[in-house]
């Protein structure tokens, strides 16, 4: 069963630094798309970024990018020059459909805290 | 006008009732879904539906049940609401021409005494 890990309840960073927040996940499969979304405290989820297995280059959207790395099934998102807009819950996702049945699942989240 | 409405935005109720939540989108999107958060566990996805004729069980659809009454309306009700369906719910859609990546309604806050 695929699973998703995300290892730090909570995190903080400085105002302009840089922080990396860390997930791994479990599959067998080989084709599969993985998203870091954002829920600030206005509770709506956001889009960050996407990456389709399939493509080795890293995701990049503004300051956000990933590293990741399929064979250690790791999916860290980066944020560069922290804001405190940044200030929010980040979900890592995993999604693959496939024999008819269709994955979206979410991991357990990262509390991040931009500090001014 | 947000893309993915959902009503209400807050619900208390009482164990036993009948409650529904209601999901509307103007994203043109064929595929919905309704999720589940509760503190510490993310988001767990209770059902979905790729079209109007086609709906599906989630990993915690016990308990729930849904309506899909066109494209743009996925409705979910809780037969007897008990406490521990106490949560917040979020109704979204996807886009598979962006790798699924999905568009999710403000949510809605649900508290069942």
């Known amino acids: 069963a695929q699973t998703v890990t995300q290892s730090q309840p909570e995190m903080s960073v400085q105002e302009a630094e840089t922080v990396t927040l860390s997930c791994t996940y479990d599959t067998s499969e080989s084709n599969y798309y993985l998203f870091w979304y954002k829920q600030p405290p206005s509770r709506q989820m956001i889009l960050v970024i996407r990456q389709e297995a399939y493509k080795q280059q890293n995701a990049t959207e503004n300051r956000f990018s990933v590293n990741f790395q399929k064979a250690a099934k790791s999916f860290s998102l980066k944020i560069s020059d922290s804001q405190l807009g940044d200030t929010a819950m980040y979900f890592c996702?995993?999604?693959?459909?496939?024999?008819?049945?269709?994955?979206?699942?979410f991991g357990t989240g990262t509390r991040l805290k931009v500090l001014a | 006008d947000a893309d993915v409405t959902q009503t209400p935005r807050n619900r208390i109720t009482k164990t036993g009732k009948r409650i529904m939540l209601e999901c509307s989108q103007t994203k043109g999107h064929d595929r919905m879904y309704w999720y589940r958060q509760d503190p510490g566990l993310g988001l767990r996805l209770i059902y979905y539906?790729?079209?109007?004729?086609?709906?599906n069980k989630g990993e915690i659809s016990d308990g729930y049940s849904v309506s899909r009454q066109a494209q743009a309306k996925f409705s979910l009700s809780l037969e007897s609401a008990i406490p521990n369906q106490t949560a917040l719910y979020f109704c979204?859609?996807?886009?598979?021409?962006?790798?699924?990546?999905?568009?999710f309604g403000p949510g809605t806050r649900l508290l069942v005494l």
């Open positions: 996702a995993f999604m693959k459909q496939f024999s008819g049945t269709y994955k979206y699942i």
């Open positions: 539906s790729f079209d109007v004729k086609d709906i």
């Open positions: 979204a859609t996807s886009d598979p021409d962006r790798a699924e990546t999905q568009y």
